[in-house]
């Protein structure tokens, strides 16, 4: 099974700091990650596919990047709507997710 | 407006069933497989199941094959997880999700199920 592993677990950050996150893969995924946004007591909410993918209704300050077994989300100024976990999900092989990383307010 | 809701969950005791269910709006659901993901309390997300759009074909998580039955009705839009011989470490809430291109881009708000004495 693919492992996926997120950094870090715990970000403290402020608002309109740039801020990246990272996943890393067991092995080769190609481009076949997604990222979810998830704020307490909601459901998770598909930010991007396909590493760099946005999707329709996200906000631009919002990219991923990466391929193969490294990949990055990166927030470019935070807002205060952001803070929240998120998730990375590989689909190459299976599916599986990543522990997560929670952005908090410092 | 695309809307899945969930619903079923609750208290139950190890080893018995509970049936959940998920209601599908807003698209037309028999072209689209489905699954169902799931979130242990301050845990991650795990895939659980996913069946095909025409119900022909299912796929389970190793840890609640022969345990869990994912199934739909098409006619009326509805998706189902039927779990017997629960466990205390299928505590969770349960997802409601549709796989989109890379990635579920719809979830459901989530219902969740206790297991225990």
């Known amino acids: 099974d693919i492992q996926m592993t997120q950094s870090p677990s715990l970000l403290s950050a402020s608002v309109g700091d740039r801020v990246t996150l990272n996943c890393k893969a067991s092995?080769?995924?190609?481009?076949?990650l997604a990222w979810y946004q998830q704020k307490l007591g909601e459901a998770p909410k598909f930010l991007i596919s396909?590493?760099?993918s946005l999707q329709t209704g996200i906000p631009s300050r919002f990219s991923g990047s990466g391929s193969g077994t490294d990949f990055t989300l990166t927030i470019s100024s935070l807002q205060p709507e952001d803070f929240a976990t998120y998730f990375c999900?590989?689909?190459?092989?299976?599916?599986?997710f990543g522990a997560g990383t929670k952005l908090e307010l410092k | 407006e695309v809307q899945l809701v969930e619903s079923g969950g609750g208290l139950v005791q190890p080893g018995r069933s509970l049936k959940i269910s998920c209601a599908v709006s807003?698209?037309?659901?028999?072209?689209?497989?489905m699954a169902w993901v799931c979130q242990a309390p301050k845990k991650g997300l795990e895939w659980v199941a996913t069946?095909?759009?025409?119900?022909?074909?299912?796929y389970y998580r190793d840890s609640v094959k022969g345990r869990f039955t994912i199934s739909r009705d098409n006619a009326k839009s509805i998706l189902y997880l039927q779990m017997d011989s629960l466990r205390s470490e299928d505590t969770a809430t349960y997802y409601c999700?549709?796989?989109?291109?890379?990635?579920?881009?719809?979830w459901g708000q989530g219902v969740m199920v206790t297991v225990s004495s």
């Open positions: 999700v549709r796989p989109g291109y890379g990635g579920y881009d719809y």
């Open positions: 092995q080769n995924i190609y481009k076949n």
């Open positions: 396909n590493a760099n």
């Open positions: 999900q590989q689909y190459y092989s299976g599916d599986t």
């Open positions: 069946i095909t759009f025409d119900g022909s074909t299912t």
């Open positions: 807003g698209f037309t659901f028999k072209n689209y497989d």
